[in-house]
């Protein structure tokens, strides 16, 4: 059975840091292309990060280039998306997303918010 589970979400204040962890259980990983997406209120859900399955090639929206990473851990099943500096604007239920053989796999979401 196929599992894809979010962690780390929190209150932090701007500026702060905080690391989202996901893992997928049930699937050949290393094969898999991950990325991290986020839906803030009222908005349309957006790519924020993705990762190639040989972790070679990353890419991140323009919003958050420079203040966040992904990276991948097979040995783990898990992707991560380090968050620095951050913002009121961050704010936001971040998703993680998987990519076996073309078909989609979501996350339920861990919700981040930034606030002083």
């Known amino acids: 059975q196929v599992q894809v589970v979010e962690s780390g979400g929190g209150l932090v204040q701007p500026g702060g840091s905080l690391r989202l962890s996901c893992v997928a259980s049930?699937?050949?990983?290393?094969?898999?292309?991950l990325s991290w997406h986020r839906r803030a209120p009222g908005k349309e859900r957006e790519l924020v990060a993705a990762?190639?399955?040989?972790?070679?090639?990353?890419n991140y929206a323009d919003s958050v280039k420079g203040r966040f990473t992904i990276s991948r851990d097979n040995a783990k099943n898990t992707v991560y998306l380090h968050m620095n500096s951050l913002k009121p604007e961050d704010t936001a239920v971040y998703y993680c997303?998987?990519?076996?053989?073309?078909?989609?796999?979501w996350g339920q979401g861990t919700q981040v918010t930034v606030s002083s």
């Open positions: 997303n998987v990519v076996d053989w073309l078909k989609p796999y």
């Open positions: 049930g699937f050949t990983f290393s094969r898999l292309t």
């Open positions: 990762i190639t399955n040989a972790g070679d090639v990353t």
